[in-house]
């Protein structure tokens, strides 16, 4: 848990770090070029990381002694948390869900086709080159060859796709665009530009067969490899739905909070435990913190004491939140929930024994993160959710339809009981009044 912690907390301040790169992308790709630098930043320092033991990892533990308690309500007065309505994706898995995966195999294993005629049409993945100039100048960041982009998908400005939509495959067009006011790159913001775009080639997928998903899959038939594909989608369907859960839950109860600020003692402790962790790293790798920071995420050691305070309490405001949820509750971790919560982060950790767990994570950790969970499993229980795209006529209609069955079940029910006595007739009553209300 603590190096996970951890290792996000210093990607949040790569990400700070390297902020906007590409003159062309819109704000979306620009987010997925930050995840991929991200991601690369992290398989590096997972290098390094894996270099340091797990005795040293203690003995900074011990060096920084225990992390300073607080009380989540002191920092957050809490709105609204019980009684919310989130609306989740849906489970159906669709056809073109099953095609989207099918291409997604096919691209993967090489197994698509490069068609080289005819023109471009909405959700083409089309390969292509080209050349951005802004009054006949071209501009830094406004150059590639060989890009994959998938028409419709707003990856690139607006205007760029839609420019490509009828274009014929292998030929040059000229497409036209304004780049947004209040674009990343401020040399091109609000400016009119001219891409010389070359559709190389359309990527499609071949015809679904037995040879084709056996060579892309472990499945043999198109029978098997389809109800594979589709059992799966709707398991990562299930994870999204859940995740959707817990991010309306969480994203309600932040709009109607308040954060009046931060436990500094534990910004503080956090922030020395995360430089101490990557000064450890850095010098397992036989460099100083200053040159492990330049050379994996482009930022000077006076940029990293800067910004980890800030990234710190960033990531504490799911914490704060959950646990001023959990003492509004008046919530508490039993001895036996905290021996169960041994064995499942001895599981999800990989941690061979208890001690070995408790070898780098205390119990004060532990147990911050069972009432987390606690609060959250609270949350959940307390909340409507509906799902996106539920036809809401027809659940009124067969509320409605049930309604009438019970009140004409009732009815006969009252009839038949008219002989008892009044204390019963009232009792009948009362037990429909409260369904009706149901």
């Known amino acids: 848990m603590k190096k996970k912690v951890i290792m996000a907390l210093l990607l949040g ?66 709105g609204q948390y019980k009684g919310l309505e989130v609306t989740v994706s849906s489970l159906d898995v669709t056809e073109d869900d099953i095609q989207q995966q099918y291409y997604d195999d096919c691209n993967t294993n090489d197994k698509l086709l490069e068609v080289t005629e005819g023109e471009v049409a909405e959700g083409d993945v089309v390969n292509i080159d080209y050349v951005g100039s802004i009054d006949g100048v071209e501009f830094d960041g406004g150059t590639d060859k060989g890009v994959d982009l998938t028409i419709g998908s707003g990856t690139f400005i607006p205007g760029f796709e839609d420019g490509l939509i009828g274009a014929a495959i292998g030929k040059e067009v000229n497409v036209n665009v304004t780049f947004p006011e209040n674009y990343r790159n401020t040399d091109v913001a609000g400016k009119d530009a001219v891409f010389a775009v070359t559709v190389n080639f359309v990527k499609k997928t071949p015809e679904m067969t037995d040879d084709i998903v056996s060579e892309i899959s472990s499945y043999t038939t198109v029978d098997e490899y389809r109800q594979g594909v ?151 229980e307390n909340t409507t959710v509906k799902v996106e795209g539920e036809d809401e006529t027809e659940a009124s209609s067969e509320a409605e339809s049930t309604s009438e069955t019970e009140a004409a079940s009732e009815a006969e029910t009252e009839t038949e009981a008219a002989s008892e006595t009044a204390a019963e007739t009232e009792t009948a009553a009362e037990t429909e009044s409260e369904t009706a209300a149901e």
């Open 230 to 380: 589709e059992e799966q989608l709707k398991a990562d369907k299930e994870t999204q739905q859940n995740s959707d859960k817990i991010n309306g839950i969480l994203n309600q109860i932040y709009s109607a909070s308040t954060i009046n600020g931060y436990p500094e003692e534990v910004v503080n402790y956090r922030t020395a435990q995360m430089k101490n962790y990557y000064t450890q790293i850095a010098e397992q790798a036989d460099m100083t913190l200053a040159d492990f920071l330049s050379n994996q995420l482009q930022m000077t050691e006076e940029q990293f004491d800067e910004q980890c305070p800030a990234v710190i309490k960033q990531s504490m405001i799911q914490e704060l939140l959950l646990k001023a949820v959990a003492e509004s509750e008046n919530m508490e971790i039993s001895d036996e929930e905290y021996e169960a919560g041994i064995e499942k982060y001895m599981e999800s950790t990989g941690a061979e024994s208890k001690e070995t767990l408790l070898a780098n994570y205390t119990e004060a950790e532990i147990r911050r993160s069972l009432i987390m969970d606690k609060a959250l499993d609270f949350l959940k």
């Open 13 to 78: 301040l790569c990400v700070t770090a390297t902020g906007y790169t590409g003159a062309y992308a819109s704000e979306t790709e620009t987010e997925t070029v930050a995840e991929t630098e991200t991601a690369a930043a992290e398989d590096t320092t997972e290098a390094a990381t894996e270099a340091s033991s797990e005795a040293e990892t203690t003995a900074e533990t011990e060096a920084l002694g225990d992390e300073p308690d607080y009380k989540a309500l002191d920092y957050v007065t809490l």
